[in-house]
């Protein structure tokens, strides 16, 4: 009898020093998650992105686009949203940063939309204690390994039960032996248990079964964590959040058969080193707890796809605001946008002290216009970035709501760009066929009669002079509507002229001064006066004799507007 009370007070010991042991852990992985969300909030995001995780998280995006305008594919692409995205991109779940790509890509068109999600941003930056509170829930949700959460979700509808007799009867053998062997038999009972669990731990790994599930499972342990998130509304009574909150506590009632499962499922997304994560690891490795409640689960799931997608959108929006709040603090300046009304005659864009987010050491400029814009000037003088931080900051002030200027004023506006293109070796289309398809859809969609800015960097520079120039001019000037507010960059003098009359100019310029190109990056007004790529042959050691004969070349164009044949050299 002492010795069974001994072994008996010594398991009670243990379980004892365990529960203890997942009681410090948890608060110490909670006290680890706290300090992390207080050390990256208004921080540049360290994140690393591997190849073709940004792919995945688009897929949400598409999924529900749905109807009305998004930024397309190649304008994403043309001002490298990409990397905007992940600077704005600090959320602590797969529904945050699923949203928040989304959201960059959606952009608003009315002031209701705005005034909503500006009072939620604006909420969470002004409460820090609730914002790290509704951290520490998203955090608790995480993020997948398998790419967009959306995925998997929808991948549900068509997954299929698995076989689970195997595991049926691995665990009645166990139970067998815990209970009946194990008790008249410790000593081969234990160690059939031994042998029976090892067992079971490589079938578990190498068989098919868990692979085959395997997406399915880290989705529906997302799921239960989203639902877990949802059974604390009743903890998260604020009105800034209520309408969201609100969605989640509708979406809980979906699964509410779901919530005893939620222990056994797998939960691989948790690397905070959580001790009851951990047992339960095991548990499942020995156990196979997840596959064999996996065709239950399954088929409570089944159907309710938009129920999981409107958890998903609720929780990701909460994330988003508050990631972007982040992203205010990490900018040395910004203001909120004011959306006017377009009133008759062209579009009316303001922006004050303009910088590109993306640069270590920008240079701010304003602009003003109510026509279009063609910028000239010579390589590297800052054309290009000028009209990318245009397009940019409209599609941040109609997204995040947060532009990188002092004050910026403008309608709703869709935004379009033409910029940086390349050869579709794959479609075996040529630079200037994908430039005119590029050119087209902007046309195309300045038909209608809806505020539009696009911008297009080089117009038709895939094809020669004289064409390039009698083209150009005509796509500009058809882009010259009350609706549309186009800018340009080109390096064609002569378009300058042509589009005098429809087109407002303003150049970048640059200097030599000891030998070096200095450019300051300050938008001008007026055409670009300075022709300095002859002199710079000169600086770079050219033959004398070329740098004179080409500059005579250029002074007798402007002269007469005749390129003169060159005579042999003798």
Known sequence: MDAYLTAFLAAAGILALFLFWIIYGKRKSERMIRKKIQRIYGQVPDREYAAG??????????????????????????????????????TMSSPGEDFLYSMLRRPLFQKDEVQEREALIQFFSENKEKRETMQLLLARVGKTWH??????????????????????????????????????????????????????????YAGRDRKKIEPYLDCLGSLMRMLWLAGQADAVKWPETEKQMEKIRKGRKAFRSLKKKAFFLTSKNNSTGDPAQLLLDYLRMVFHMDILIYNSVLKEVKGKTEAIMELLDSLGELDAAISIASFREILPLWSRPEFTEQSS???????????????????????????????????????????????VTSILAQTVLTCPCSSYQAPFLKVMTSMALRDDLSGGESYFIVEIKSLK?????????????????EVLRGTNTIERIAASSRILNALNKEWVLPFAATHDIELSYILDKVYENCHFGEKILDNQVVFDYILQ????STRNAIRLLKIMGYDPDIVEKAAQAAGDFEKDGIWKAVEEDR
């Open 53 to 90: 995780d940004i792919e995945e998280i688009s897929h949400y995006f598409r999924r529900r686009s749905g109807t009305g305008f998004t930024i397309d594919d190649i304008t994403w692409n043309d001002l490298d949203m990409d990397r905007i995205f992940m600077l704005v991109n600090q």
């Open 147 to 204: 790419g967009s959460l959306s995925d998997t979700i929808l991948a549900m509808e068509d997954a299929v039960p698995v076989s689970a007799g195997i595991h049926w009867v691995m665990l009645a053998g166990l139970l067998l032996t815990l209970f009946v062997i194990l008790p008249a038999a410790p000593l081969y009972g234990f160690l059939l248990f031994i042998v029976l669990s090892s067992l079971n731990v490589v079938i578990y």
């Open 345 to 391: 005659g062209h579009i009316r864009l303001f922006a004050e002290d303009m910088y590109h987010p993306l640069l270590q050491e920008p240079v701010a400029n304003s602009v003003q216009a109510d026509r279009g814009l063609l910028v000239t000037g010579s390589n590297a003088s800052g054309k290009s970035t000028f009209l990318k931080n245009v397009a």
């Open 441 to 457: 859809r902007i046309l195309d969609e300045s038909k209608k009669p809806e505020p539009l800015l696009c911008i297009i960097d």
């Open 525 to 528: 007004r007026g055409r670009a």
